[in-house]
């Protein structure tokens, strides 16, 4: 039976400086991960063998990736404004940050977002009680329509037109963020084939 009490099942992964900040040592990790109530899953991030809630995406990859924020049709799937199933999930980092190491599961579709872009826009989100960054709607659908290209033109268009339907939509703030952004032209003409 596990008696650190920094082994929680509400708790599903830890980092090797969470878990030394708690007071274990390096011997009582390796003897944890050999009685195997911590997986190591790389040599910054360990699994709790005792986790008993749900399996969250978003919060695994920022487990990996601590300053990776959920982006593009990931978030556009959260938020609703489409079915597309991405097959991975989709996460910004800065041009200059570099993710060590990716996990196996899940896969990680990664974008280097410019400063500007990657600073804009970031909410903190909870899901089974782990925390990750994803980009409010008004910048997802910005950024899934300045890369309407590779994202593709009739995704582009059904996320818009589920977005202008969305109940608490915030038309100042989408207009704010595509004259940060540079698609204030491309926003507009979207707009005037859509309403």
């Given at each position: 039976?596990?008696?650190?009490?920094?082994l929680r099942p509400d708790r599903?992964?830890?980092?090797?400086?969470?878990?030394?900040?708690?007071?274990?040592?390096?011997?009582?990790?390796?003897?944890?991960?050999?009685?195997?109530?911590?997986?190591?899953?790389?040599?910054?991030?360990?699994?709790?063998?005792?986790?008993?809630?749900?399996?969250?995406?978003?919060?695994?990859?920022?487990?990996?990736?601590?300053?990776?924020?959920?982006?593009?049709?990931?978030?556009?799937?959260?938020?609703?404004?489409?079915?597309?199933?991405?097959?991975?999930?989709?996460?910004?980092?800065?041009?200059?940050?570099?993710?060590?190491?990716?996990?196996?599961?899940?896969?990680?579709?990664?974008?280097?977002?410019?400063?500007?872009?990657?600073?804009?826009?970031?909410?903190?989100?909870?899901?089974?009680?782990?925390?990750?960054?994803?980009?409010?709607?008004?910048?997802?659908?910005?950024?899934?329509?300045?890369?309407?290209?590779?994202?593709?033109?009739?995704?582009?268009?059904?996320?818009?037109?589920?977005?202008?339907?969305?109940?608490?939509?915030?038309?100042?703030?989408?207009?704010?963020?595509?004259?940060?952004?540079?698609?204030?032209?491309?926003?507009?003409?979207?707009?005037?084939?859509?309403?």
């Amino acid at each position: 039976m596990n008696e650190q009490p920094i082994l929680r099942p509400d708790r599903h992964y830890y980092t090797m400086p969470e878990l030394l900040s708690s007071g274990l040592t390096y011997y009582k990790i390796g003897k944890l991960v050999a009685a195997g109530e911590l997986i190591k899953l790389n040599n910054k991030v360990y699994e709790n063998a005792f986790f008993a809630g749900e399996d969250s995406d978003f919060a695994l990859t920022s487990v990996f990736a601590p300053k990776s924020v959920v982006c593009m049709m990931s978030a556009a799937r959260y938020y609703g404004l489409t079915n597309y199933l991405p097959d991975g999930v989709d996460v910004a980092i800065a041009r200059d940050m570099k993710i060590s190491s990716l996990p196996e599961w899940p896969p990680m579709n990664v974008w280097y977002f410019a400063k500007k872009r990657y600073d804009l826009g970031q909410v903190e989100r909870t899901e089974n009680g782990m925390h990750f960054q994803i980009y409010d709607i008004e910048k997802t659908v910005i950024d899934i329509l300045y890369y309407r290209n590779r994202v593709g033109i009739e995704e582009v268009k059904e996320i818009l037109k589920n977005y202008l339907a969305w109940d608490d939509r915030d038309l100042i703030k989408l207009h704010r963020y595509a004259d940060a952004l540079g698609c204030k032209k491309i926003l507009g003409t979207y707009m005037e084939v859509l309403l």
